[in-house]
């Protein structure tokens, strides 16, 4: 997962936004740099979202290189371009936590996160509670 | 046009494994009403996915498949995951015909969504339409993202993301995608097979639509304009039973231009790919 899905994820349950990510395995594959698709994909990212959750990545350089707010399109230069296409595509998070402010948490294995969730079946009771509106649910957590 | 006719080649060598004789399905199938899709209530897997796939392809009953006919089919989906058939191919084609009008929607990359990816074949063929672009395939059914993840790890394509999720569910409202394609599940089916496959997110999401196979469709077109950007389109599969011109208009309800793209006959049913966009000309 790169952190341009990250920034388009909200919880499935509350849509609280952002859920915040906590990496335990990174991993680093190059892309070509294309500085069109930097420029047009600026205005579609939640900057400060960005920011923070790149600094799970272990890359002490290209964090300096971000921008603590937005940057303005014409105030941008080639290293900072850079640095956002590396934190934004180059980075991935391999296994880590998707926390929503709820206490949910949503787990990415394998570079894949699990935002499915799943209605907790009750062992007792009526086999219709499952369907009523506030049932109990909980975060999927079956296996990728 | 090389790929196309490579795809349609394969679609001719696939529909010949397709049935296997004397499988539990070719039992049922010759005691069969000729009603199509009743399923019976809780036919084995098996069954049901033989069932699904027949309609999908040209006349089973015929002899010239039986020679042909070994194990293929119970190795198809037995992975649990939706084996590329001729719904995907016929997606992929319409994509390929309409390179140009994606590669334009995607200019100086865009966002692209494949929902429900299956095995990943789509996925895989509008990264490579639209290179430019950064793509996310999703699906509820965890062992088609990690299908999906293999094939577009062994092909080397790098612009995909993959996430576990429930069509629209998990995204903030405020992301607007360039391209959306959706391969529905939309065989019409009873409501104790729509739950199972909610439930279950299993083999069965990928066919069980309930109603006239609409009901998830219907959820996918509730929605989809919001996710939409100014310049963006939508490729979704369906069959005749699910009412393609009533789909039509509901898009149009929603704001968007809509049409048809690309129609095929496959066994008994009528497969058609519609596209939906928000520029006049994308409908
Ligand atoms: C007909 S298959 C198509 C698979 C693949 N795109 C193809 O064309 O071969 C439908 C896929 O949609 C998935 N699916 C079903 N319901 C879904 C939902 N609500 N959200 C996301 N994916 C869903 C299924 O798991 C299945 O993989």
């Known amino acids: 997962m790169r952190l341009l899905t990250h920034n388009m994820l909200h919880c499935p349950r509350t849509k609280a936004y952002p859920l915040q990510l906590v990496a335990s395995t990174c991993d680093d594959v190059q892309v070509p740099f294309s500085e069109a698709f930097i420029r047009r994909m600026l205005p579609r990212i939640q900057w400060e979202v960005f920011r923070e959750a790149a600094a799970q990545f272990p890359d002490e350089d290209m964090l300096a290189k971000l921008p603590e707010s937005t940057p303005q399109p014409d105030t941008l230069d080639e290293p900072t371009l850079k640095a956002i296409h590396r934190a934004l595509l180059e980075w991935h998070v391999v296994d880590g936590t998707l926390k929503a402010e709820n206490g949910s948490e949503y787990a990415v294995k394998n570079g894949i996160p699990n935002l499915v969730i799943t209605e907790v079946r009750k062992e007792s009771g009526g086999a219709d509670d499952a369907n009523s509106g506030d049932a109990a649910m909980d975060v999927d957590d079956k296996g990728q | ?283």
Not at chain 2, 98 to 123: M, P, Q, Y
Not at chain 2, 187 to 213: C, M, N
Request: with cysteine; aromatic share 8%.
């Open chain 2, 1 to 283: 046009m090389a790929v196309v006719v490579e795809r349609k080649t394969c679609i001719a060598e696939r529909n010949t494994k397709r049935i296997r004789h004397n499988s539990p399905f070719h039992t049922w199938i010759q005691g069969r009403a000729s009603r199509p899709f009743s399923l019976p209530p809780r036919a084995q897997v098996s069954v049901k996915f033989e069932l699904y796939y027949a309609y999908l392809c040209p006349p089973f009953h015929s002899e010239q498949f039986s020679e042909h006919c070994t194990t293929a089919l119970s190795m198809d989906g037995a992975d649990g995951v939706y084996p590329s058939s001729e719904d995907t191919f016929l997606l992929i084609e319409a994509l390929e015909l309409d390179t140009s009008r994606i590669v334009d929607a995607t200019k100086n990359g865009g966002l692209c969504l494949d929902l429900g990816c299956g095995s990943g074949e789509v996925s895989e063929a509008l990264a490579r339409i639209t290179p430019t672009s950064f793509c996310i395939s999703t699906d509820v059914n965890h062992l088609a993202t990690t299908k999906t993840r293999e094939l577009l790890q062994n092909n080397g394509l790098i612009n995909v993301d993959i996430a576990l999720c429930d069509l629209f569910t998990a995204f903030r409202s405020t992301v607007r995608f360039d391209v959306i394609l959706f391969n529905p599940p939309y065989v019409p089916t009873d409501q104790h097979e729509l739950e199972h496959a909610i439930a279950e997110r299993d083999i069965y999401a990928s066919w069980a639509g309930g109603k006239d196979g609409r009901e998830v469709i219907d959820k996918f077109l509730a929605t989809v304009n919001y996710f939409l950007s100014d310049r963006g389109i939508v490729y979704l599969v369906t069959l005749e039973t699910n009412k393609p011109n009533e789909i039509i208009s509901i898009a149009e309800v929603q704001g968007l231009h809509a049409c048809q793209v690309l129609k095929r006959r496959a066994g008994i049913e009528t497969l058609y790919i519609l596209r939906l966009g928000k520029r006049r000309d994308d409908g």
